[in-house]
């Protein structure tokens, strides 16, 4: 299996701040036939589901506000969040699915400073 | 705007069988795999597996020889089934829509069904 592990597991950020989240794959996601990464990022807030933000590593879902970015290649990624806003306190996951079975990174909890 | 819901018994005893079903509304139903993945209290995703319009299914090798997922393309529903429950399987289960053909990301997710084992 891939296993995803991110960094740090909880992060403080004071509103308007950047938050940084960090993801490494314990192998390589780029697929190299169609230089894609297999790398997707979500949101969870307390009782809900998953929300996709980022998929194939940078490109983000319509409807995600443009503060939310995601980069890297390989087997190290980042979702940054440009301007932290209230409502995006929320546990992130990374997700892979380069192999037949898709693996998550352990969550990082987001809060405001 | 594709919406998925879900249901199935939320309390098991230990040895029993755990049954879901997700209901898709809106969109392809044949277009695209459908995947059942799980959230034990307090902690991460786990991926079940993933189940093709066509029947063909792709199981986590460490829940493989318990799971058994199905379609029915007539009624837009695919399910799951876990036997042999325990402790362990007590979680949140999620059904959700793959988001792309290439890719198994998950762009819609149903409601999720809290599953408790306990004797």
């Given at each position: 299996d891939i296993v995803m592990t991110q960094s740090p597991?909880?992060?403080?950020?004071?509103?308007?701040?950047r938050a940084t989240i960090n993801c490494k794959s314990s192998q390589s996601v780029l697929y190299s036939s169609n230089n894609k990464n297999y790398l997707a990022w979500y949101q969870q807030k307390p009782g809900q589901p998953p929300k996709l933000l980022i998929y194939w590593a940078s490109t983000r879902k319509s409807g995600v506000p443009d503060r939310f970015n995601g980069s890297g290649s390989g087997t190290d990624f980042t979702l940054t969040i440009s301007s932290l806003q209230a409502e995006d306190v929320a546990v992130y996951y990374c997700q892979q699915y380069f192999s037949t079975l898709d693996t998550f990174g352990q969550g990082t909890k987001l809060e405001i400073k | 705007q594709v919406q998925l819901q879900q249901w199935g018994a939320g309390l098991l005893k230990p040895s029993e069988t755990l049954s879901l079903t997700c209901a898709v509304y809106g969109g392809s139903f044949s277009d695209y795999s459908w995947s059942w993945i799980r959230?034990?209290?307090?902690?991460?995703?786990?991926?079940?597996?993933?189940?093709?319009?066509?029947?063909s299914?792709?199981?986590?090798?460490?829940?493989?020889?318990?799971?058994?997922?199905?379609?029915?393309?007539?009624?837009?529903?695919?399910?799951?089934k876990l036997t042999a429950v325990t402790a362990a399987d007590t979680a949140v289960y999620y059904c959700a829509k793959e988001a792309d053909p290439d890719g198994s990301f998950f762009d819609y997710w149903g409601q999720g069904t809290l599953v408790t084992v306990s004797s």
């Amino acid at each position: 299996d891939i296993v995803m592990t991110q960094s740090p597991d909880s992060l403080a950020v004071s509103l308007g701040e950047r938050a940084t989240i960090n993801c490494k794959s314990s192998q390589s996601v780029l697929y190299s036939s169609n230089n894609k990464n297999y790398l997707a990022w979500y949101q969870q807030k307390p009782g809900q589901p998953p929300k996709l933000l980022i998929y194939w590593a940078s490109t983000r879902k319509s409807g995600v506000p443009d503060r939310f970015n995601g980069s890297g290649s390989g087997t190290d990624f980042t979702l940054t969040i440009s301007s932290l806003q209230a409502e995006d306190v929320a546990v992130y996951y990374c997700q892979q699915y380069f192999s037949t079975l898709d693996t998550f990174g352990q969550g990082t909890k987001l809060e405001i400073k | 705007q594709v919406q998925l819901q879900q249901w199935g018994a939320g309390l098991l005893k230990p040895s029993e069988t755990l049954s879901l079903t997700c209901a898709v509304y809106g969109g392809s139903f044949s277009d695209y795999s459908w995947s059942w993945i799980r959230q034990p209290p307090g902690k991460g995703l786990e991926s079940i597996g993933e189940i093709h319009h066509s029947g063909s299914t792709t199981y986590n090798p460490s829940l493989k020889s318990r799971v058994t997922m199905s379609v029915d393309t007539s009624k837009n529903q695919f399910s799951l089934k876990l036997t042999a429950v325990t402790a362990a399987d007590t979680a949140v289960y999620y059904c959700a829509k793959e988001a792309d053909p290439d890719g198994s990301f998950f762009d819609y997710w149903g409601q999720g069904t809290l599953v408790t084992v306990s004797s």
